[in-house]
């Protein structure tokens, strides 16, 4: 079974400025996916950024960035330019791909609250 | 661009009653998932469906169940209600081919 670690209940940063938000996963699979969600207060789930284990570059999209570090099983998450509207617990999660079969569902970590300064 | 769509948004029972949600998938989306969030924690995964036929099966308590239709929209049924239901129910829904799952956003149940 896999499983997802954030070790940080919580940060905060000073708006403008740069945040990273770790986590650990452990799995035997080769092949994966792995995702950071974003929850603001609206509770909505809103998908940050997608990595994808076989593609050795990290993953960006615009301000969010991630660190993959495959022998590591490490994926952090870094927000530069922070802003007000990044105040929201974020969740990192893994998913086997979809032709292994069975298990496919997101399994989260217990995630992390970020609040921005202003 | 379309969202999921979860109904009803909120929704207040009673012990041992029945509750029925709806979810209706982007278009072109053929799985559907729900998922489970209580109070402070992390989302947990109840059930998938892909092509109308369930496809994975999680922590769901056998008072629950789904299915998924003609038309790819997806029920999740719940009787015998308990006070430990009351939580934010999920749908996402993935195209096959992109293999990420987009969320709708929520039903809030809760059970007095």
């Known amino acids: 079974a896999q499983t997802v670690t954030q070790s940080q209940p919580e940060m905060s940063v000073q708006e403008a400025e740069t945040v990273t938000l770790s986590c650990t996963y452990d799995?035997?699979?080769?092949?994966?996916?792995l995702f950071w969600y974003k929850q603001p207060p609206s509770r909505q789930m809103i998908l940050v950024i997608r990595?994808?284990?076989?593609?050795?570059q990290n993953a960006t999209e615009n301000r969010f960035s991630v660190n993959f570090q495959k022998a590591a099983k490490s994926f952090s998450l870094k927000i530069s330019d922070s802003q007000l509207g990044d105040t929201a617990m974020y969740f990192c999660a893994f998913m086997k791909p979809l032709y292994t079969g069975a298990n496919s569902k997101l399994t989260f970590g217990k995630g992390i609250t970020l609040s921005v300064r202003p | 661009a379309a969202g999921v769509i979860q109904s009803p948004r909120h929704l207040i029972k009673e012990k041992r009653e029945t509750a029925t949600l709806k979810c209706y998938p982007i278009?072109?989306?053929?799985?559907v998932y729900w998922y489970q969030q209580g109070p402070g924690q992390d989302p947990q995964f109840l059930i998938s469906f892909y092509e109308k036929m369930q496809s994975d099966k999680g922590s769901i308590p056998d008072r629950f169940s789904a299915q998924q239709f003609s038309d790819y929209h997806s029920e999740l049924n719940m009787s015998s209600l308990e006070l430990g239901d009351s939580a934010l129910y999920f749908c996402?829904?993935?195209?096959?081919?992109?293999?990420?799952?987009?969320f709708g956003p929520g039903t809030r149940l809760l059970v007095l």
């Open positions: 799995t035997s699979e080769n092949n994966y996916y």
């Open positions: 996402a829904s993935s195209p096959d081919s992109l293999e990420t799952q987009y």
């Open positions: 278009p072109r989306h053929d799985t």
């Open positions: 990595q994808e284990a076989y593609k050795q």
